[in-house]
């Protein structure tokens, strides 16, 4: 399964959004997951490094 998630409007919540989505889809649905951060300010990571999310949810910054 691939879910994009873009917009390009800033502080749309999609680093948010991205965040619970992967944590509901790896501690609910027991799925692994890899998120890519394509972002050049890496809000991604910096919210995934503040809170420690499922052990089974991998961060790749790009």
Do not use: N, R
């Given at each position: 399964m691939l879910i994009i998630i873009g917009n390009q409007k800033g502080g749309?919540?999609?680093s948010t959004l991205t965040l619970l989505l992967a944590n509901f889809l790896t501690l609910v649905k027991k799925r692994k997951v890899t998120v890519i951060d394509?972002?050049?300010q890496q809000s991604?990571?910096?919210?995934?490094?503040?809170?420690?999310?499922?052990?089974?949810?991998?961060l790749n910054k790009q």
């Open positions: 749309a919540g999609k394509m972002d050049y991604l990571a910096q919210k995934y490094e503040k809170a420690k999310l499922a052990e089974t949810l991998t």
